[in-house]
Nanobody, 123 residues
Framework: QVQLLESGGGSVQAGDSLRLSCTGS????????MGWFRQAAGKEREFVASITRSGSYTFYADSVKGRFTIFRDNAKNTVYLQKNSLKPQDAAVYLC????????????????WGQGTQVTVSS
């Protein structure tokens, strides 16, 4: 089992930046591909970004490419999502997830999920 805890959400203005963190406990963090998804009210869960076990390679949804950066610190059991140039359409609950498959945008392929952290973006 892996327990994931997100933090860093909040309310920001369009154009602002925000950094989310997700800290894992339980099984060795470095053994998992890590990802971020988001879910807005009334919408399906949407892939945002993922990162390989070593952190060497990343994968992004087109909607966030160039604005968001995923990175990890395995020594701290933490994965981050740096979000720049935020837009109102980025508002959602952001969920951290752990799995075994690289470059995967299908939420069903991830095994463990955090509870999520709310991000609100006002125009």
């Amino acid at each position: 089992q892996v327990q994931l805890l997100e933090s860093g959400g909040g309310s920001v203005q369009a154009g602002d930046s925000l950094r989310l963190s997700c800290t894992g406990s339980g099984r060795p963090f470095s053994g998992f591909v890590m990802g971020w998804f988001r879910q807005a009210a009334g919408k399906e869960r949407e892939f945002v970004a993922s990162i390989t076990r070593s952190g060497s390679y990343t994968f992004y949804a087109d909607s966030v490419k160039g604005r968001f950066t995923i990175f990890r610190d395995n020594a701290k059991n933490t994965v981050y999502l740096q979000k720049n140039s935020l837009k109102p359409q980025d508002a959602a609950v952001y969920l951290c997830t752990a799995g075994a498959t690289n470059y995967n945008s299908n939420p069903k392929r991830y095994d463990y999920w955090g509870q999520g952290t709310q991000v609100t973006v006002s125009s």
